[in-house]
């Protein structure tokens, strides 16, 4: 059974950090592409980092020189490691994995007050 754990949202207040986990099961994580993507209230789903299973980083440019995504292979997890936080980055924060097909967490709200 593949699982998709997300955690480590909550409220933070501007400027602040957070860091996001997301831990998977029943997936060959190892060779996956992971990816963060989030869905603020009336938008669309939008892709905010990615990881390949080479380690090869990509970030949409609302978030870079903020977000660090990473991987851990021995612990099938990928963070989201958030600093100097806005309030625009206020959404659901979901963990996907892509490897032959795609995989989603449940999402974790992550609230960022002015």
């Known amino acids: 059974q593949v699982q998709l754990v997300e955690s480590g949202g909550g409220l933070v207040q501007a400027g602040g950090s957070r860091r996001l986990s997301c831990a998977t099961s029943g997936i060959i994580f190892r060779l996956s592409t992971m990816y963060w993507y989030r869905q603020a209230p009336g938008k669309q789903r939008e892709l905010v980092a990615s990881i390949t299973n080479g380690g090869n980083t990509n970030y949409a440019d609302a978030v870079k020189g903020r977000f660090t995504i990473s991987r851990d292979n021995a612990k099938n997890t990928v963070y989201l490691q958030m600093n100097s936080l806005k309030p625009e980055d206020t959404a659901v924060y979901y963990c996907?994995?892509?490897?032959?097909?795609?995989?989603w967490g449940q999402g974790t709200q992550v609230t960022v007050s002015s």
């Open positions: 996907n994995a892509n490897y032959v097909r795609d995989y």
